[in-house]
Nanobody, 124 residues
Framework: QVQLEESGGGLVQAGGSLRLSCAASGSTFRTSDMGWFRQAPGKEREFVVLISWSGETFYSDIMKGRCTASRDNAQNMLYLQMNRLKPEDTAVYYC??????????????????WGQGTQVTVST
């Protein structure tokens, strides 16, 4: 069982930055791949970045070059630093963990634990 809790969302002007955090409980965090996803109103949840248990990352094109994912396995924490934010980045951002499987996945359905999400709103 893994529990996740995101924080750090808020209202920011276009061009600004935010750092999201995700606190995880459970012993499997350190050996599991993690992902950040987002969901805008009326749209499907979409992949932002995954970070493997060893810290390797894979970014989607939607925020590539504008965000950096990191993790601290000793503290059971996951982070997403977002820069040069745009209004179209407005969404609820979720962290998720995938506790099974041998290969990386960008698919929502492959992640079996999710946080409750944190709202990010980017104003013009």
């Amino acid at each position: 069982q893994v529990q996740l809790e995101e924080s750090g969302g808020g209202l920011v002007q276009a061009g600004g930055s935010l750092r999201l955090s995700c606190a995880a409980s459970g012993s499997t965090f350190r050996t599991s791949d993690m992902g950040w996803f987002r969901q805008a109103p009326g749209k499907e949840r979409e992949f932002v970045v995954l970070i493997s248990w060893s810290g390797e990352t894979f970014y989607s094109d939607i925020m590539k070059g504008r965000c950096t994912a990191s993790r601290d396995n000793a503290q059971n924490m996951l982070y997403l630093q977002m820069n040069r934010l745009k209004p179209e980045d407005t969404a609820v951002y979720y962290c998720a963990v995938r506790t099974y499987g041998r290969f990386w996945s960008t698919q929502v359905a492959h992640y079996n634990y999710w946080g409750q999400g944190t709202q990010v709103t980017v104003s013009t």
